[in-house]
Every structure is written in structure tokens, then in C-alpha cells.
């Protein structure tokens, strides 16, 4: 692919001289622009516009696009960097009387050298501030977003372990009486009723066998394992 442009040596397809960094784009479908485009090139002979590319040397900075991603990072690839809809070739450009002679190429003279850059300071300045606006827009969605994950994962973890005491706490209840959970929480003295006075006296004249009976029972083992005392 060879850049349009009359006496521009780009080509992406030379072996002698390889181009990095340089990006070819088609001519426009609009007719009117295509002709801007034509015009620019400074070429006389005939040009097959389907085909035709212009390379991005003879672009000016504000002609591309700007992505918010790589305006962020402050990194803009070369092969990503697309044109505005009404960028011209205006860079490094052969014949300039003839294309300055060209009426609908007035923007190129000297005379109104100054509109363009105007035009171009305001342009940027209105798409800085509306970068910095979707800028703004991004980061109170984006944090909106990660708080509302945040105290979601957080409900469920506290709901899971809310969960699981409930289940702990029904199971205990099953086998230990109120006194005996108590006395597990705390060390503190406990009044014992005569009738868990007379089941400890029974397990205890039972002996051992008793004793591995009740941690046998279901429940009663996995119990004890989470317990910690």
C-alpha cells in the first residue's frame, strides 16, 4: 500500500525501507471530501479513489480521534488512531499554490492560515472538556459500581455466617443443655438443676463406654470440632 500523496515515498509493503508507526487510510465515501482529499494529494494524473490511501504524515494531531482508554494511560498506538469524519490531508504536502489556487481548498492559503488553528484550538478545547466530563461520568459510575459489589460480597458473607451460626446454635441446643452452653462460653459458676446433676452422675458411673456413646451420636462430634474450648 503506497501513500497517494505526489511525492510521498511511504509504503508499507517495502522490503528496502520499512515505515513504523505510520498508518494508511482510505479516502473518504463523501464525494466533496474525497475531492478535498484529491486536491491535497497534489496528484494531475488519474487516481482510483477505492483504492487510493494517504498515510497519516500528512495529518495533523487534531485530526485523529482520541481514545478515552489511551488518553487515560497517555498512550495512543499508531495502529489504533482513527480520523475525525472531516480530517484533510493538511501535512507535508507537494504543489502547495496549486492546492492553495483551489477554492474549496481556501483553508490552505495564507491568508487564512490563522482560521484553521482557531477552529482547531476550539475544537480541542471543547473535546478536552467533554473528555474530562465522560472522565467524570466513568470514575462515579465505576465507583458507584465497585461499592455496590463491595457491600454485596460483604452481605453475603456476613448472611453465610449468619447462617451457619444459626445451624451451629440448633445443633448445640440439641445436645448440650442451657447451663452446659454457659459454661462453655464463660468460665463463670453456674447453678446446676438436679436433673443435669443427675444425668452427669449417670454418664459418670457409666464410664467410658457412656462417654463414647454420646460422641458417637450424630452431630455431636462434628460439634465439638468447631467448638473451641
Known amino acids: 500500500m503506497?501513500?497517494?500523496?505526489?511525492?510521498?515515498?511511504?509504503?508499507?509493503?517495502?522490503?528496502?525501507?520499512?515505515?513504523?508507526?505510520?498508518?494508511?487510510?482510505?479516502?473518504?465515501?463523501?464525494?466533496?471530501?474525497?475531492?478535498?482529499?484529491?486536491?491535497?494529494?497534489?496528484?494531475?494524473?488519474?487516481?482510483?479513489?477505492?483504492?487510493?490511501?494517504?498515510?497519516?504524515?500528512?495529518?495533523?494531531?487534531?485530526?485523529?480521534?482520541?481514545n478515552l482508554q489511551h488518553k487515560l494511560l497517555n498512550y495512543t498506538p499508531a495502529r489504533y488512531r482513527g480520523l475525525k469524519e472531516d480530517a484533510i490531508p493538511n501535512k507535508n504536502l507537494p504543489l502547495a499554490k496549486?492546492?492553495?489556487?483551489?477554492?474549496?481548498?481556501?483553508?490552505?492559503?495564507?491568508?487564512?492560515?490563522?482560521?484553521?488553528?482557531?477552529?482547531?484550538?476550539?475544537?480541542?478545547?471543547?473535546?478536552?472538556?467533554?473528555?474530562?466530563?465522560?472522565?467524570?461520568?466513568?470514575?462515579?459510575?465505576?465507583?458507584?459500581?465497585?461499592?455496590?459489589?463491595a457491600m454485596k460480597t460483604s452481605l453475603d458473607a456476613i448472611s453465610k455466617e449468619n447462617k451457619e451460626l444459626k445451624e451451629n446454635l440448633s445443633a448445640v441446643e440439641k445436645v448440650f443443655s442451657k447451663n452446659q452452653i454457659l459454661k462453655l462460653q464463660n468460665n463463670k459458676r453456674i447453678q446446676w438443676s438436679v436433673n443435669e446433676v443427675s444425668n452427669a452422675i449417670t454418664l459418670y458411673a457409666a464410664g467410658p463406654k457412656a462417654y463414647t456413646a454420646v460422641l458417637s451420636k450424630k452431630g455431636v462430634s462434628a460439634i465439638l470440632k468447631k467448638m473451641r474450648f
Do not use: Y
Not at 16 to 27: A, D, L, R, W
Open 98 to 149: 496549486a492546492v492553495n489556487s483551489c477554492p474549496e481548498l481556501g483553508c490552505f492559503s495564507r491568508s487564512s492560515a490563522e482560521a484553521p488553528s482557531h477552529r482547531d484550538k476550539t475544537r480541542e478545547d471543547r473535546e478536552r472538556k467533554q473528555l474530562i466530563q465522560e472522565l467524570l461520568n466513568v470514575s462515579q459510575t465505576d465507583m458507584t459500581a465497585l461499592q455496590i459489589d
Open 2 to 66: 503506497r501513500c497517494a500523496v505526489f511525492g510521498c515515498n511511504c509504503d508499507n509493503k517495502s522490503k528496502k525501507n520499512p515505515i513504523s508507526g505510520v498508518k494508511f487510510f482510505h479516502f473518504p465515501k463523501n464525494k466533496d471530501l474525497a475531492k478535498k482529499w484529491l486536491h491535497a494529494t497534489g496528484r494531475k494524473d488519474k487516481v482510483n479513489l477505492k483504492n487510493a490511501c494517504v498515510c497519516s504524515k500528512h495529518f495533523s494531531e487534531s485530526d485523529f480521534k482520541e
